[in-house]
């Protein structure tokens, strides 16, 4: 099983506190660090100095780590228009060197767009537009150098483009999707994507949400096994009890609700849990760090729990 950082910076962290957790992640040995793409706080937490831009970010860090991977987990695709996002992408794709990889979702958080003047339409429009989407990105990135593509949507049109700059990453960096819906998740997963991400399910109903995905890649004709699966869970990890009731409580947690839906307890505490999910079907687990000046907890989850399911 792989490990990888997952953090929500839009709760409160600047480009210098992700920097640091990044490099702390890489020190560590995790496999990869992703943060969410989102531009307002959540809940109770301070959301100071205020939101960062995702791919802003990933680029800076692209520049400032060597051999993590970087992603997103998800590119709301209500942010950005598909031509830019592929640009993007692409050059953040070669300044680091080939590690970046794109989650991509239809977007869900309607406070952040009316706060941002983002439009923010119908569930089933944000879901077409997400396939239209999905179609540019990778007819783009899929357009051999010195042809044209074009593409006629409903949302989207693309005309005469020459379809630069390629990615690093051939035929592009991998695209992740993920979710728990039942038809249009399982869907453009088994069209478009390279992994699977089922974000803080149990791990019964992870295992559910893969079998539907390899259901719709059944359909497809596409061989189910081609995809990685994977989970995401917020994590608390310490050495005593008096230090994990410390750090579940700077996460904003009440220790008994984590130890209900995370993985939250002694480092064999921890890897008794995310075996859970390996036995549900992933192969990777986005573990949710949500303290990012905590680079402690970072250290004693690279030490004490990585090793013990890599």
Not at 54 to 60: E, F, I, M, N, R
Not at 128 to 136: F, I, K, P, T
Not at 202 to 221: I, K, T
Not at 267 to 283: C, I, K, M, N
Request: aromatic fraction near 8%; hydrophobic fraction near 40%.
């Amino acid at each position: 099983m792989r490990l990888r950082m997952f953090t929500e910076p839009q709760q409160g962290a600047s480009y210098a506190t992700q920097l640091r957790a990044a490099q702390a992640a890489e020190a560590a040995g995790f496999d990869a660090y992703f943060r969410s793409d989102h531009y307002l706080k959540m809940g109770s937490a301070s959301g100071l100095p205020g939101p960062s831009d995702a791919w802003v970010t990933l680029a800076g860090l692209a520049r400032e780590t060597s051999t993590i991977r970087l992603g997103t987990l998800v590119t709301s695709a209500t942010f950005r228009l598909p031509g830019p996002l592929a640009i993007t992408v692409a050059q953040v794709d070669a300044m680091s060197g080939g590690r970046v990889e794109l989650g991509l979702g239809a977007g869900w958080y309607e406070a952040e767009h009316q706060a941002y003047a983002i439009a923010f339409p119908s569930l089933r429009t944000r879901f077409d537009r997400l396939e239209e989407q999905l179609e540019v990105l990778t007819g783009l990135w899929g357009t051999a150098e010195g042809e044209r593509f074009n593409y006629q949507g409903e949302h989207y049109q693309v005309v005469d483009s020459p379809a630069l700059p390629k990615p690093v990453q051939q035929p592009h960096p991998p695209i992740i999707i993920g979710g728990g819906g039942a038809r249009r998740t399982p869907s453009l997963a088994a069209r478009f994507a390279e992994e699977f991400n089922t974000p803080f399910l149990q791990p019964a109903d992870a295992a559910a949400a893969f079998g539907r995905v390899r259901n719709a890649c059944d359909a497809l004709g596409r061989d189910p096994a081609s995809l990685r699966y994977s989970s995401a869970v917020t994590v608390a990890c310490a050495r005593s009890d008096a230090e994990l009731r410390r750090r579940v409580e700077a996460m904003g947690w009440k220790l008994e609700d984590l130890q209900a839906s995370g993985a939250c307890g002694s480092p064999d505490q921890v890897v008794e849990r995310l075996g859970a999910y390996g036995e549900a079907g992933a192969s990777v687990v986005y573990l949710q760090v949500l303290d990012l000046e905590d680079l402690d907890h970072v250290d004693l989850l690279g030490s004490a729990v990585l090793p013990q399911v890599a």
